[in-house]
Nanobody, 128 residues
Framework: QVQLVESGGGLVQAGDSLRLSCEASGRTFSNYAVGWFRQAPGNEREFVAAINWSSSRTPYADSVVGRFTISRDNAKNTVYLEMNSLKPEDTGVYYC?????????????????????WGQGTQVTVSS
């Protein structure tokens, strides 16, 4: 089992920045790829970004390219999502999710069904 805890959400204004953290425990974290997803009220959960175990593969949703950056520190068992130039449409609950690295591929990184473990989410609200 892998336990994931997100933090760093909050209420910000458009144009501001936030850094989300996803801290893992329970298994060797470097064996897992991690994805970030978000869900706005009334919407389906959507892919934001993902990162493989070595940080060599980092796919992003088109809507966040150039504004968000995903990174990881395996020594700290943590994945980060740096979010800049935030927009009201970035509002939602942000979830991190993990998948054993041997079973993760970039082609399926954006599919929430790919991931086996999920955190409880952290709320991000961007006001205009």
């Amino acid at each position: 089992q892998v336990q994931l805890v997100e933090s760093g959400g909050g209420l910000v204004q458009a144009g501001d920045s936030l850094r989300l953290s996803c801290e893992a425990s329970g298994r060797t974290f470097s064996n897992y790829a991690v994805g970030w997803f978000r869900q706005a009220p009334g919407n389906e959960r959507e892919f934001v970004a993902a990162i493989n175990w070595s940080s060599s593969r980092t796919p992003y949703a088109d809507s966040v390219v150039g504004r968000f950056t995903i990174s990881r520190d395996n020594a700290k068992n943590t994945v980060y999502l740096e979010m800049n130039s935030l927009k009201p449409e970035d509002t939602g609950v942000y979830y991190c999710a993990a998948k054993y690295t041997a079973s993760w591929t970039v082609n399926r990184a954006s599919n929430y069904g790919t991931y086996d473990y999920w955190g409880q989410g952290t709320q991000v609200t961007v006001s205009s």
